[in-house]
C-alpha cells in the first residue's frame, strides 16, 4: 500500500537541488567579501560582483518560494521550507549589505590590516557531510 500512496501523492525531491544551489552562491558571495577585504583595490568593481551574486540568489529564493507554492507535498513542513529559505536569503543579503557599507566609507579611510580582518570573519571553509 505505501507504494501506491507514493504512486499518487509523489514528493517533490526538487528543493535539495535548490538549497544546495543558494548554500553554494552563498560561499561565492562570502568569498568574493574576502577577496575585497584582503586585496582593499577597485572596491567599486568588487562591490559590483558582490551585488551581482546577491541578485542572482534573490532569483534563487524566487525559484524556491515558488517552487514551493506550487508543490503539494513537500519533503518536509512548508513553514520550515519557508524559513530556511528566507534565512539562506538574508546571509546573501548581509554579504552585500557588508560589502556596500565598506564600499560607503572607503573614501573616509582605509581598513587597516584587511587580512586579518578577513581571516577573523572567514576561516577556511570546510564540507559539512
Known sequence: ???LLQRFLPRE???FD???KQASNIHVGAEALHKM???YT?????VQIVKAI???GDEITHALFTKLNQTFITPFDREDIYELCSRLDDVIDLIDAAASRLF???SIASVPEPSISSKCLFPPPRKLN
Open 42 to 46: 577597485g572596491v567599486p568593481e568588487q
Open 104 to 106: 560607503s566609507i572607503a
Open 37 to 39: 577585504l584582503s586585496h
Open 13 to 15: 525531491e526538487g528543493f
Open 1 to 3: 500500500m505505501p507504494g
Open 54 to 56: 546577491e541578485h542572482e
Open 18 to 20: 535548490l538549497f544546495a
